[in-house]
C-alpha cells in the first residue's frame, strides 16, 4: 500500500511540475491564436530561444541564474516585437497554409541557427547550489528544483489570473478575443493589444524554456520535439482561454506523467486519447467558444 501511495505522489509531483512548464509555455500561444487567429508553430523557438540565452549569459557573462533567465525573457519578448511587426503582422488575414508554412519555416531557421552558434550536442545549465538536493516535508522530500518551478509557475499563473481577470488591459484583451470587431468599434486598438500579448507571450515560453531546462532539456530539436504539446494545451484548453490553458496543461500533464512512469512504451498513447476524447465532447476545447 505504501508503494501505491508513493507511486501516486511521484506521479502526481512531477506531473504538476511538467504541468506548469508546459502552462508558461503554452499560454501566451493560446492567447495570440485567441486574438489574433494566427497559427503560430514557432512559439517553441521562442522557448527554445530562452534556454539558449540563459546558458550563453551564465557561461560567458557569469551572471546568476534568475538573473540570465530573467534577462533572458525580456530579451526574447524584445525580439519577438520585431518578428512581430516586421513578419507576422503581414500574415494577418491570410489563410492557415500561409501562416504554416511561414512559421513551420522559422521553426527550421531556429534550429539550424542554435546548431550553427551552440553546436548540435543538448546544454546544460549550471543549477544553483540552493536550487539541487531535497526538501524534506515532513511526510516525505522533495526535489527542490520542481518544487521551486512549481511555486515560480503558480505565482506566474496566479499573477496571468489577476491580469486578464481583473485589470483594465486584461478586459480588452478578453473583449478583443470575443469579439473583435466590436472592440475596435469602442475604440479598443487590438493591434497594439496584439503585440503586447505577443511579446509577452514569447517572454513567457522563453522563461520556461529556462526554468525548463532539466525537465525538457535544451537542444535544437526543442521547438520541434514539444510543438505538438504545446499545440494540443491550446486545443484542449480553448483558445484564448487563460484558465483554459491552465486546466489543459495540469490534465495532459499529469496524465504524461503517468503514462511515463506506468507504460514507458506506450507512454504517448494515453494523452492522445484524452486529446481525441475531449475534442469529441468539446471541439472547441474546454474553455473555448462554441
Given at each position: 500500500m505504501d508503494l501505491?501511495?508513493?507511486?501516486?505522489?511521484?506521479?502526481?509531483?512531477?506531473?504538476?511540475?511538467?504541468?506548469?512548464?508546459?502552462?508558461?509555455?503554452?499560454?501566451?500561444?493560446?492567447?495570440?491564436?485567441?486574438?489574433?487567429?494566427?497559427?503560430?508553430?514557432?512559439?517553441?523557438?521562442?522557448?527554445?530561444?530562452?534556454?539558449?540565452?540563459?546558458?550563453?549569459?551564465?557561461?560567458?557573462?557569469?551572471?546568476?541564474?534568475?538573473?540570465?533567465?530573467?534577462?533572458?525573457?525580456?530579451?526574447?519578448?524584445?525580439l519577438s516585437v520585431v518578428f512581430e511587426r516586421l513578419l507576422y503582422a503581414r500574415f494577418y488575414g491570410e489563410d492557415e497554409l500561409k501562416q504554416v508554412l511561414l512559421t513551420i519555416g522559422l521553426v527550421f531557421m531556429a534550429v539550424a541557427g542554435v546548431t550553427f552558434?551552440?553546436?548540435?550536442?543538448?546544454?546544460?545549465?549550471?543549477?544553483?547550489?540552493?536550487?539541487?538536493?531535497?526538501?524534506?516535508?515532513?511526510?516525505?522530500?522533495?526535489?527542490?528544483?520542481?518544487?521551486?518551478?512549481?511555486?515560480?509557475?503558480?505565482a506566474i499563473a496566479a499573477a496571468l489570473f489577476f491580469g486578464f481577470d481583473r485589470t483594465r488591459i486584461g478586459a480588452q484583451i478578453r473583449a478583443a478575443v470575443d469579439n473583435r470587431q466590436m472592440a475596435e468599434s469602442v475604440g479598443i486598438n487590438v493591434g497594439r493589444l496584439f503585440t503586447m500579448t505577443f511579446a509577452l507571450g514569447s517572454g513567457l515560453a522563453a522563461a520556461g524554456g529556462a526554468l525548463g531546462s532539466e525537465i525538457l532539456g535544451i537542444q535544437p530539436t526543442f521547438a520541434l520535439d514539444y510543438l505538438v504539446f504545446f499545440l494540443i494545451v491550446v486545443a484542449v484548453g480553448g483558445l484564448g482561454s487563460v484558465r483554459g490553458a491552465f486546466v489543459a496543461a495540469l490534465l495532459l500533464g499529469v496524465i504524461n506523467n503517468a503514462g511515463n512512469y506506468l507504460y514507458p512504451e506506450a507512454s504517448g498513447f494515453f494523452i492522445y486519447v484524452v486529446v481525441i476524447a475531449v475534442l469529441l465532447w468539446r471541439p472547441a476545447g474546454l474553455y473555448g467558444k462554441a
Open positions: 501505491v501511495l508513493n507511486a501516486m505522489v511521484s506521479i502526481a509531483f512531477d506531473g504538476l511540475s511538467f504541468a506548469i512548464l508546459l502552462f508558461v509555455i503554452s499560454v501566451g500561444l493560446s492567447v495570440t491564436m485567441g486574438l489574433m487567429g494566427f497559427v503560430n508553430l514557432a512559439h517553441g523557438a521562442f522557448a527554445m530561444v530562452g534556454g539558449y540565452v540563459t546558458v550563453a549569459l551564465m557561461t560567458h557573462a557569469g551572471m546568476p541564474f534568475l538573473a540570465a533567465v530573467a534577462l533572458a525573457a525580456l530579451g526574447v519578448a524584445a552558434v551552440w553546436g548540435p550536442n543538448p546544454q546544460i545549465i549550471q543549477t544553483p547550489d540552493y536550487l539541487t538536493g531535497q526538501i524534506d516535508f515532513g511526510f516525505r522530500k522533495f526535489p527542490t528544483y520542481r518544487v521551486f518551478l512549481i511555486v515560480v509557475g503558480g
